[in-house]
């Protein structure tokens, strides 16, 4: 055994804690203060049922000294029981608001609210029913199901959310502890918002997962492994089944029947090289890395820009910018925001035009702008289109609906078609703001990924929607408008030729196009 400055006692031989009663041991002295507070008051001990094992230790012992943590454990390893049950240990040791984190709320309802752990107990038990409050009026357990919402004794709260709302279920949460569980699967966007909540708070944030390629979660590892860029405040580990020894020889050969060796070697060893089932523009990003068309190109202020949008209605509404030099396309910035109107947007167009000195050409709105509504109401009351609402905004700029999707996969097939043609601006250090909007963008090309079907061999006939998705639709109709020769000097030729004003339907234009060429 050895000891950190904080005075905890941690083992560091594997072959000390085969005897379960020496790990029990350990957690008592570990555990001490809280554990006698709460048998004290409640006749239960903390953390609830919970025993580390061997290769948790060190990952509880960094719960307990470090505020950020980070581990990438195989599967059945034990990652949300663990989490719970010291997410209950803490909301316990300190007042304060919790949130346990999903990719979806979805996932998070049927893996901790509605599930159960590898031992048949629900994962929800393990949060003592003595330390649940009760509501003074009519002495009912503090328990909110539909927010998934639970009020301790203390007044703490613990709360079930998914990074596919965050924007919208964290505001106002101001959080003293956060757990991403699945963080390689989550919308990166919630830890950059939750950050700055938590440590003004002075609390923690525990990330957990297995691969899912070099992504986000990947970088957020690699970061704090190295001990170059990483700080005393984390701590980080990746344990296959090597490490743990957990699943046996049988255990992994019948996972082969529902699995490929390369997930196998994912989920089973924790490999993030290789991670490419189901990744959608996988091979075309590959060889746009490989032939350069990745980097700090710059752009070209004597080029006008283009805006293609994806519009969200319960979704989030994005905008990539791109140009047209000669007849290559150069993906040059993006943005994407939630629940706010077509003004809005416009405000941010304007504001990188004075910034950046784009010159906007023709904003690519989707056939849907004729129905939906984003900002929907005339100066005197009457409903308007969204299409009608960017033509009254972006005035000077040509309006084009690109053309329904009947096929979303022969879309993407289009794209990556057309992709060998695009290049695209990574940011510069000197603009922090671009380069994290452009990284977010990127990021979310390399996971717009097919789910699985249920049997783990096949791959779903639609992409999964999550956070990927909004920026991907966007990126696809500014694809498909530059394939049309909508942009362009031959495209500013046909335009003047068709004497609109400034915005032409795409029902028109494709026709009307496709007669001139």
């Not at 020889?249 to 029947?257: L, S």
């Not at 990539?320 to 993906?331: A, E, I």
């Not at 010159?359 to 929907?376: G, L, M, Q, V």
């Not at 009457?382 to 329904?404: H, K, Q, S, W």
Request: charge should be negative; proline fraction near 3%; include cysteine.
């Amino acid at each position: 055994m050895n000891s950190d400055s904080s005075g905890l006692t941690l083992f560091t031989e594997r072959d000390s804690w085969k005897d379960s009663k020496k790990r029990a041991k350990w957690a008592k002295t570990v555990f001490a203060p809280l554990i006698k507070q709460t048998k004290d008051a409640f006749g239960i001990e903390l953390p609830f049922r919970f025993v580390p094992r061997p290769y948790q230790v060190d990952i509880v012992h960094a719960m307990l000294t470090k505020q950020f943590v980070a581990f990438c454990l195989h599967r059945r390893a034990g990652k949300d029981y663990m989490s719970i049950s010291m997410l209950v240990f803490k909301a316990m040791e300190k007042v304060g608001n919790y949130c346990y984190l999903f990719p979806t709320a979805k996932q998070g309802r049927e893996v901790i609210w509605q599930g159960i752990d590898n031992d048949g107990m629900k994962f929800l038990d393990h949060i003592p029913a003595e330390l649940i409050a009760t509501n003074s009026k009519n002495n009912l357990p503090m328990v909110n199901n539909v927010d998934m919402r639970i009020t301790l004794v203390n007044g703490s709260t613990i709360q079930l959310v998914g990074s596919d709302n965050y924007d919208r279920t964290l505001v106002g949460t101001n959080m003293a502890g956060i757990i991403f569980s699945e963080y390689s699967l989550s919308d990166p966007r919630a830890w950059e918002y939750s950050m700055p909540i938590v440590i003004a708070n002075g609390g923690w944030a525990w990330f957990n997962g297995t691969p899912r390629g070099k992504n986000h979660f990947y970088k957020l590892l690699k970061a704090a492994l190295d001990p170059e860029t990483t700080t005393k405040r984390w701590f980080a580990c990746i344990k296959g089944n090597d490490d743990t020894k957990v699943l046996s020889a049988d255990d992994i050969n019948e996972m082969r029947v529902s699995m490929s060796e390369q997930r196998i070697d994912q989920e089973v060893n924790c490999a993030f090289e290789g991670c490419i089932e189901g990744k959608i523009y996988m091979e075309q990003i590959k060889d746009a890395m490989e032939q350069g068309r990745f980097g700090d190109f710059g752009f070209d202020r004597t080029c006008p820009v283009y805006v293609s949008f994806d519009l969200g209605a319960g979704d989030r509404t994005a905008m990539v910018f791109f140009q047209q030099r000669g007849d290559r396309p150069w993906v040059i910035d993006f943005y994407s925001a939630k629940g706010m109107g077509v003004k809005h947007y416009k405000m941010v167009a304007d504001d990188y035009a004075a910034k950046y000195g784009y010159k906007y050409e023709t904003i690519f709105i989707p056939h849907d702008a004729r129905k939906r509504s984003i900002d929907n109401y005339d100066d005197e009351g009457f409903a308007l289109r969204t299409e009608d609402t960017f033509r009254r905004e972006f005035i000077g700029c040509n309006i084009m609906l690109v053309p329904r999707c009947n096929d979303i996969n022969e879309d993407i097939e289009a794209v990556r078609g057309k992709f060998h043609r695009w290049y695209f601006y990574e940011g510069s250090q000197k603009d922090k703001a671009q380069k994290e909007r452009l990284d977010f963008f990127y990021n979310a090309m390399n996971e717009y990924t097919y789910p699985e079907t249920d049997d783990q061999k096949t791959i779903a006939i639609k992409p999964l929607h999550n956070w990927c998705s909004d920026p991907m639709d966007a990126f696809r109709y500014g694809v498909k408008a530059q394939s049309f020769g909508w942009c362009g000097a031959k495209a500013r030729t046909w335009l003047s030729d068709l004497d609109v004003d400034h915005s032409v339907s795409s029902e028109e234009s494709e026709d009307e196009y496709a007669q001139l060429i």
